[in-house]
């Protein structure tokens, strides 16, 4: 337990072995991509610059099992959202704009770089919530999304604020991780999808189609937590779909293939603009046959959500196991399909700064440099920045690339994590800076009580 002079207090919840272990060896053996922290070793009393060193890739990670009360914990909120506001959250009413403040406020206090996109439909103006995870390849970005509007009938916890819970406390869960994943994670909630996916189309519209071309995946989560749930994989993209299977697999639960699902929720924008797409689904008014309730539990003959846009869709409409697997399942294929950046050591040459520097509390910002010499052209669009630095509460601090021409790159910022050290490795896409100069780390500590120091960071061209 540490505490602070703002009276943060901060413990570290013990991890429940087992189910962690299970999917360590999923993730080892069933998606064939491992995870891995790539945690940059520092090479003892080297300071010179040039100085070839290799990383020691860090021990594979498996996915954490999100704790359901957190993500019911968020569904409480919602559902306190509507109460206060008319009994909804739809478009264009007050309920969905609270929806989106309270969805956003947990992103910037957990470290996401986030913004709204404002829209208009329906005579009402609406928002997307993008919120993007700093680092990862710029080109190959995953993207997880939910839609966060009600209809005007109810509350729409189910729909579709079970997904909108689920891909949040999956988002929370990297920052708490403190991820870095070889893609570039960005996560999604939409507007006005109850009036036919307005706010996705808005989104996918603003793309130019560089970027479109960028998103390696769209996971789609509308409904994951319906009482007489069904477990339903979109069947679009191969890659997405047998991720998904491989994790339900792993704890013995039968999937189907979501057949009723095309152009019927927020994933269709991308689908139909080329980008890989996939999802789950718990079912909605369709009726749950014996033969599936025979794999599923249950009731046959009676809907998979029977509150489904109406106005008992409510906290009291959910069905736990349904909520905690499916976004069990969304963390497993975030950090799966999110790939591990490399876990063999970056070949290239290593130029690193290993004097310590020490980091005020909450003071100005402190720079450490490396002169590169003898490379030609520019950088590398996936240029890796090693770092390590020892600090008791790395939510304090905010860390930059400079390059030579003073362009900062944003690798890491505040957060609510009372994780000790920062040591990981950074991909940013230098492709615009010459290589040659004087680069730097610049890392301030932002947040009372609580120091450390930088033990050393290196670049790998
Ligand atoms: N249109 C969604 C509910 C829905 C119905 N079928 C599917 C299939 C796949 C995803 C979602 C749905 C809504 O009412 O929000
Ligand atoms: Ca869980
Ligand atoms: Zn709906
Ligand atoms: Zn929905």
């Given amino acids: 337990m540490s505490s602070h002079a ?11 072995a087992p189910a962690w272990a299970r999917r360590a060896a999923l993730a080892a053996t069933a998606a064939g991509t491992v995870l891995g922290l790539l945690a940059a070793a520092p090479t003892a009393g080297a300071s010179s610059p040039g100085a070839p060193t290799a990383a020691r890739p860090a021990p594979t990670v498996a996915a954490p099992d999100i704790p359901v009360a957190n993500v019911k914990a968020h569904l409480s909120q919602f559902q306190s959202i509507a109460s206060a506001n008319g009994g909804n959250r739809a478009h264009g009413r007050p309920g969905y704009r609270a929806s989106v403040d309270y969805v956003k406020g947990k992103l910037d206090a957990a ?3 986030t913004r709204l996109q404002q829209f208009s439909t329906g005579g009402a103006t609406g928002w997307n919530l993008i919120a993007d995870w700093p680092g990862g390849d710029p080109n190959q970005v995953l993207m997880a999304g939910a839609h966060l509007d009600s209809v005007s009938a109810g509350p729409g916890i189910n729909d579709n604020g079970s997904g909108s819970a689920g891909i949040l406390e999956t988002a929370l869960a990297v920052s708490r991780a403190g991820l870095t994943p070889k893609k570039h994670l960005r996560f999604a909630w939409w507007g006005a999808e109850e009036l036919g996916m307005r706010g996705s189309q ?14 390696s995946g769209y996971l789609n989560f509308d409904m994951i937590g319906s009482p007489n749930p069904g477990y339903f994989v979109y069947d679009d993209d191969r890659q997405i779909e047998s991720t998904f299977k491989s994790y339900f697999a792993s704890i013995n639960v039968p999937t189907e293939i979501e057949t009723e699902g095309d152009g019927r929720s927020d994933h269709a924008p991308f689908k139909n603009v080329g980008v890989p797409v996939g999802g789950l689904f718990s079912g909605a008014d369709y009726t749950k046959t014996s033969a599936q309730a025979q794999k599923w539990g249950g009731t046959a003959g009676r809907p998979f959500d029977s509150c489904y846009h109406r106005s008992c869709d409510t ?3 959910l069905s736990d196991t349904s909520l905690d697997r499916n976004t069990d399942a969304i963390a497993y294929a975030i950090w799966t399909l999110g790939g591990s950046g490399s876990t063999n050591p970056p070949t290239g040459t290593v130029f690193e700064n290993a004097a310590d520097v020490q980091i005020p509390d909450a003071g100005a910002a402190v720079t450490s440099a490396v002169q590169v010499t003898g490379q030609t052209g520019n950088a590398p669009a996936a240029l890796q920045v090693g770092v390590d630095i020892k600090h008791t509460y790395r939510g304090d601090l905010v860390i930059d690339l400079v390059a030579p021409d003073g362009t900062a790159y944003r690798l890491k910022n505040s957060a609510a994590d009372p994780a000790p050290n920062v040591q990981t490795t950074y991909t940013v896409d230098a492709s615009s800076e010459a290589a040659n100069g004087t680069w730097q780390l610049r890392v301030q500590d932002v947040g009372p009580q609580d120091t450390g120091y930088i ?3 290196k670049l790998t061209f």
């Fill in 6 to 16: 703002d009276g943060r207090t901060t413990r570290k919840p013990r991890r429940s």
């Fill in 111 to 113: 470290g996401y770089t």
């Fill in 202 to 215: 808005a989104y996918v519209n603003s793309l130019p189609a560089t970027d479109r071309s960028k998103i």
């Fill in 315 to 317: 906290t009291a409409n």
């Fill in 455 to 457: 033990d050393s960071w």
